[in-house]
């Protein structure tokens, strides 16, 4: 009996020191392997930081890939059938209406470029260099009341051209804004205003003559301001002791409110009432317009 109670004693011995150096190696191991995750972690993420931006992108892009079929249609089954040949989507139109042009189902944008295009590469030329045979030529046609439709073109394009110069030319005569200049509020008329006729020699000589107007200008105006300020200097050292003193204390007072504006030329009488008038009347039409607008809404 004792043996065997000796040789169970034995064996729970053995047993205990079993399982504790089984929970011992568990444990390491467990360790062992969370370092080895761990480095291995660390290893990535050392790796990612010298990877270029589109490596993980490239990565990423997988997940957004189709990786199933898709069926043709709803219930499943496709249309086309392999070795079939597609056919074309015609427009029906019914008798009587236009044919839909082609370029008008595209965008916006693609058709103004075509359009924009074709004008370039159809453009021409809108003077036709010709030699003086063919210009002889030309000029005889047109006494026989034959004219191509290159000249007719010309033609058209040099009247365009010369009514835009003259529109430019009497918006050139206007004195002031549109609509409140001189001769529209009737201060001043229009047959009076000089008109010249110059070329461009007259012209640089009159600019050379009028430099020379304004420099004899400037120096007496010079010569004057420094009088000016040598009169005033020799005054105020001929005063006494307390007016000087007082003297050379400047004057900040504001200018005075009920002047108007210096001047390079001499007031228009009447301008000023004349702009006013103006300006209420064009208010008074807006304001009927805003007046006629809401009524009609209404």
Not at 11 to 35: D, G, M, P
Not at 100 to 111: E, F, Y
Not at 204 to 232: D, F, I, N
């Amino acid at each position: 009996r004792f043996h065997f109670i000796f040789i169970l004693l034995a064996s729970t011995k053995t047993l205990v020191q079993f399982l504790r150096f089984h929970h011992i190696s568990t444990a390491t191991n467990r360790r062992r392997s969370e370092l080895h995750s761990l480095v291995g972690m660390m290893r990535i993420t050392q790796m990612n930081k010298f990877k270029p931006l589109t490596s993980s992108i490239e990565t990423l892009s997988h997940r957004f890939l189709q990786r199933c079929s898709v069926s043709g249609t709803a219930k499943g089954k496709g249309k086309v059938k392999p070795g079939q040949t597609l056919k074309r989507s015609k427009i029906t139109v019914k008798k009587g209406q236009q044919v839909p042009d082609p370029s008008a189902t595209k965008g916006s944008r693609k058709g103004q470029l075509e359009q924009m295009i074709d004008d370039c590469l159809q453009a021409k030329a809108p003077v036709r260099v010709l030699k003086p045979k063919e210009r002889a030529r030309e000029a005889e046609r047109e006494k026989m009341g034959l004219i191509s439709e290159a000249r007719k073109q010309e033609i058209a394009y040099f009247k365009k051209t010369t009514k835009s110069k003259a529109e430019d030319e009497d918006l050139s005569g206007l004195i002031g804004p549109k609509g409140l200049d001189l001769i529209t509020l009737g201060i001043v008329d229009s047959d009076k205003i000089p008109k010249y006729d110059l070329t461009v020699e007259d012209g640089r000589k009159l600019a050379k003559e009028y430099s020379r107007v304004l420099m004899r200008k400037h120096r007496a105006r010079q010569a004057a301001e420094t009088g000016l300020l040598k009169c005033k200097k020799e005054a105020i050292e001929a005063l006494p002791e307390s007016l000087r003193e007082a003297a050379m204390v400047p004057d900040l007072a504001p200018f005075p409110v009920n002047r108007f504006m210096a001047t390079l030329t001499p007031p228009i009488e009447g301008y000023i009432e004349k702009i006013n008038e103006a300006a209420k009347r064009q208010s008074s039409m807006i304001c009927i317009w805003w007046v006629r607008l809401i009524l009609a809404a209404e």
